[in-house]
Each structure stands twice: as structure tokens, then as C-alpha cells.
């Protein structure tokens, strides 16, 4: 049959597929008991970004502490099951690739979980405890008392982390751009001392009114930019 070949073939990349996969499911799987096993250890680790704010955590509900460490087991699975979900994507699509498509693959989807762990390594290490600080010297004369839950504290975290993690993400999506050649450095270099307002205003807003907190958030992030920026020249040179 004209067509049995490709059927063939087409079923094996579905079964491949299907085993890379469960395999992704049970790394995360077992990630996520070991992290339920240490949940305890990892609540005090998410808990030093409040820990010299002199705040006590609460629950509120009988099952809400068990709940929490699940979410936190499941988070914490995720997070560690990434890194092998995404080398199963690369092994996948390895053979249909070109020699430099691979080496672009290859870059890419080592790239993004060191992006995202400084992403939310700078998030938790810095932008965290600022935040806060903030949200309890809100209106602190106004003689109402803050009194804090766990989930939701652990929730603020979480989304702080992720989007800082997803924001170190944006060289990567330039990169791909350049690569792609839907823009080049050189048109987006022209927007550089736009680039630097944007960025140093948004240092602005999440730090303090001081200039050391603003270069320390703003530097990196405008790094991350010149480096996009020198990376997409020497992809344009090889194509």
C-alpha cells in the first residue's frame, strides 16, 4: 500500500512520543513525593524572604496546611521535572532537525531553565523581601494589624518568582527573532536609549527610592539586553 510506510512511521513517532512523555510524567511524579516527603524543609526555605520582617504565617482552615504542602509538592515537581521535559523535546525533534537548527535547539532548551532559575533566584533573593516590606509598611499607622496566611504569602512568592523567571526569558525570544529573521540587532539596537528608560523605570517601581537598589535590579535585566543584542549579530553572521 502507497501509504503504508508513512503510516508506520507516523505511528512509531506517536509511540515515542507517548514513552517520552510518561517518562517527563514520572520524573515529575517522583519529584513531587520526594518534595511532599521534605515539604517541611521546603516551606522554611520560602519562608527566609519574611523571615527578618518579624511576620508570623497562619492557616485558617483544618486541611489548609496539607493542602499547601501539596501545592508546594506539586510546584516543586514541576520545576525539577522541566529541565528532563524539555531534553525529551530536544531528543524528539533531534533527528528532523538540520546541523544548525540543532545547534540553535540545543542552545535554546539549555538556555531556559538557567534563565528562568536566575530569574527567580533574583526574585526571591532580592524582589521578594522588598515587596514584602512594603505590603506590611503599608498604612502602618491606620492601627490595623497584618495577619498573614501561609498560602496566600506562599502564592505572592510563587507568582513573583515565576514572572521574574519568565521576564529573564525575553533574550531567548529576541534570539529567536534574529534567528527566525522577523526583526535584526541593528534595527532593534535603535531603540536602545528607549530600552534603558524602560528598564530603569521598571527598576524604579520595584525597588526602593534609592539609586543602589535601582542599578542592582536594572543592571542585570540591561545586560541580559546587550548580550541579546551581541548574540543576534553573530547568529546573522553565520546565516
Known amino acids: 500500500m502507497p501509504g503504508g510506510d508513512s503510516d508506520s512511521e507516523w505511528t512509531e513517532h506517536l509511540e515515542e512520543l507517548r514513552r517520552r512523555v510518561i517518562t517527563a510524567l514520572v520524573i515529575f511524579a517522583a519529584a513531587s513525593g520526594v518534595a511532599f516527603w521534605r515539604s517541611d524543609a521546603i516551606v522554611l526555605f520560602l519562608m527566609n524572604p519574611v523571615s527578618r520582617l518579624d511576620v508570623t504565617l497562619y492557616t485558617f482552615a483544618p486541611a489548609e496546611k496539607f493542602l499547601t504542602y501539596l501545592e508546594i509538592s506539586l510546584w516543586t515537581g514541576a520545576v525539577i521535572a522541566t529541565p528532563f521535559a524539555l531534553l525529551q523535546i530536544g531528543v524528539f525533534v533531534w533527528p528532523g532537525l538540520r546541523d544548525k537548527e540543532r545547534v540553535y535547539t540545543a542552545a535554546a532548551l539549555s538556555v531556559i531553565p538557567v534563565l528562568f532559575a536566575g530569574g527567580s533566584a533574583l526574585a526571591y533573593f532580592y524582589l521578594s523581601p522588598i515587596i514584602m ?107
Open 133 to 239: 516590606r512594603f505590603f506590611l509598611s503599608f498604612a502602618s499607622g491606620d492601627a490595623v494589624e497584618a495577619l498573614w496566611g501561609l498560602r496566600e504569602y506562599l502564592k505572592i512568592l510563587f507568582d513573583i518568582m515565576l514572572a521574574s523567571g519568565l521576564a529573564f526569558q525575553t533574550p531567548l525570544v529576541m534570539l529567536l527573532l534574529f534567528a527566525a529573521g522577523v526583526t535584526t540587532p541593528q534595527k532593534v539596537s535603535r531603540f536602545r536609549p528607549h530600552m534603558v528608560l524602560v528598564i530603569f523605570f521598571a527598576a524604579a517601581v520595584l525597588t526602593p527610592p534609592d539609586v543602589i537598589s535601582q542599578v542592582a535590579l536594572g543592571v542585570p535585566l540591561y545586560l541580559l539586553f546587550e548580550l541579546s543584542l551581541i548574540l543576534g549579530r553573530l547568529i546573522r553572521r553565520e546565516n
